[in-house]
């Protein structure tokens, strides 16, 4: 099973939405790595909307990633667990 680049598009939120509702997690107190992932197409509107004095406490620890990285990830953890199988004759 592969995951399709396409179908995660449909599923993406607005960019300035996605920042706000990490924003709220961050003022509700939680304290962990942030990220928003998203098409390549959406980097520039991330890029201006972090910008945002509106989103300058999470700046600094909220991270980007867009979908084929996550992909890629994806698809090496199907393989390793394929791999893990074979080796361990399950």
Same mark, same amino acid.
């Given at each position: 099973?592969?995951?399709?680049? #396409? *179908? *995660?598009? @449909?599923?993406?939120?607005?960019?300035?939405?996605?920042?706000? @509702?990490?924003? #709220? *997690? %961050?003022?509700?107190?939680? @304290?962990?790595?942030?990220?928003?992932? *998203?098409?390549?197409?959406?980097?520039?509107?991330?890029?201006?909307?972090? +910008? @945002?004095?509106?989103?300058?406490?999470?700046?600094?620890?909220?991270?980007?990633?867009? %979908?084929?990285?996550?992909?890629?990830? %994806?698809?090496?953890?199907?393989?390793?667990?394929?791999?893990?199988?074979?080796?361990?004759? +399950?």
């Amino acid at each position: 099973m592969l995951l399709c680049p #396409n *179908l *995660l598009l @449909r599923w993406s939120t607005e960019v300035t939405k996605g920042l706000g @509702r990490l924003f #709220n *997690l %961050y003022k509700a107190g939680l @304290r962990t790595k942030l990220f928003i992932v *998203l098409p390549d197409k959406k980097l520039d509107k991330f890029n201006t909307e972090i +910008e @945002r004095s509106l989103f300058s406490e999470i700046k600094e620890i909220c991270k980007v990633k867009t %979908y084929m990285p996550l992909i890629d990830l %994806y698809v090496l953890a199907l393989e390793h667990d394929l791999q893990k199988k074979k080796f361990f004759e +399950e």
